[in-house]
Nanobody
């Protein structure tokens, strides 16, 4: 069965960096568009970044643009979100999502496969 499993979350100080990963199994990642989302307590889930199947198109939420980088490694079936210059408002559970083929989308309704999430906490 197709499965996405996030890892790499943790606690970091403001201004620090963290990389979360999403391991895919049951399918070939090369054929899927990938998105990263996050949800803070009491808030709606929001799109953070997306990456097209070809890897040529990347989109970022304005709140993370210039600080976060989405990437994929098709040889290991893993996607990553590198987070730099972290701020307290980045604190959230981060989710990866996937959809076969398609295009880069920041809408949660676009994706039909989701991971369980990994907690990222930014505090001093």
């Amino acid at each position: 069965q197709l499965q996405l499993v996030e890892s790499g979350g943790g606690s970091v100080q403001p201004g620090g960096s963290l990389r979360v990963s999403c391991a895919a199994s049951g399918f070939i990642l090369d054929y899927y568009t990938i998105g990263w989302f996050r949800q803070a307590p009491g808030k709606a889930r929001e799109g953070v970044a997306c990456l097209s199947r070809s890897g040529g198109t990347r989109n970022y939420a304005d709140s993370v643009k210039g600080r976060f980088t989405i990437s994929r490694d098709n040889t290991t079936n893993t996607v990553y979100l590198q987070m730099n210059s972290l701020k307290p408002e980045d604190t959230a559970v981060y989710y990866c999502a996937a959809r076969a083929w398609g295009s880069c989308s920041m809408s949660i309704g676009f994706y039909n496969y989701w991971g369980q999430g990994t907690q990222v906490t930014v505090s001093s």
